[in-house]
């Protein structure tokens, strides 16, 4: 089974599916939350050659959703007939917001992070004795800046946060001043300790 959600949010290089790479087994997932903006409109569909499972994924689903509902059917034609261009527009945008994102925390005292080459996330490492993902995650939302606790991703999560880059590039300059705060603060308070 793959997810590709995402399919249309990559930056670097073109996206590659499991679909069509020489897989008789794959099952493809997607949905249209992220390529139109629709999370929450819960309209997605599943994609496989493998006529047998399609038969059983079709039959349980008939059982457990029936369809989704007429008006999101509707708006996923209207977006697909109309807005053609959205998705490459938002990967552009997104590409954008991506920069000023990692710029912004690699510049932080204490603070690391990758360049996605994807979706819409960062993940950056933070660098504060004495305090976990979620207590971090904690002072941020203090702070006004809602994001994940790395340890809800699992262990290894543990020491980043989660941050979405959905909103503009001005919202995330000035979010990124308020984690400088917090940053800064938490390190001259518990480095000194
Ligand atoms: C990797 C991945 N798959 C699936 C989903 C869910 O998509 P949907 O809104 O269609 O349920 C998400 C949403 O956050 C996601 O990040």
């Not at 590709?4 to 590659?16: G, N, Q, S």
């Not at 603070?111 to 994807?118: A, D, N, Q, R, T």
Request: net charge negative; proline share 4%.
């Amino acid at each position: 089974m793959t997810d590709e959600v995402y399919d249309k949010i990559v930056y670097d290089d073109p996206h590659v599916s499991f679909l069509g790479a020489g897989y008789d087994k794959v099952i493809m997932l997607n949905s249209f939350s992220k390529t139109f903006a629709m999370t929450g409109w819960r309209i997605g569909y599943v994609l496989s050659p493998h006529k047998e499972a399609m038969e059983q994924v079709t039959k349980m689903q008939y059982y457990v959703t029936a369809c989704s509902n007429d008006a999101m059917q509707y708006a996923v034609l209207e977006a697909m007939e109309k807005a053609s261009s959205y998705p490459d527009e938002m990967r552009i945008e997104f590409q954008t917001r991506r920069d000023l994102i990692t710029t912004r925390l690699n510049q932080m005292e204490g603070v690391s992070c990758h360049e996605p080459k994807g979706a819409f996330y960062v993940f950056p490492k933070f660098e504060i004795p004495g305090l976990n993902s979620e207590q971090l995650a904690i002072e941020m939302l203090n702070e006004g800046v809602l994001c994940s606790p790395g340890s809800a991703f699992g262990a290894s999560g543990e020491g980043h946060l989660r941050f979405a880059y959905t909103i503009s590039a001005h919202e995330i300059d000035r979010g990124m001043d308020r984690v400088k705060t917090v940053v800064d603060r938490l390190r001259s308070t518990n480095l000194s300790h």
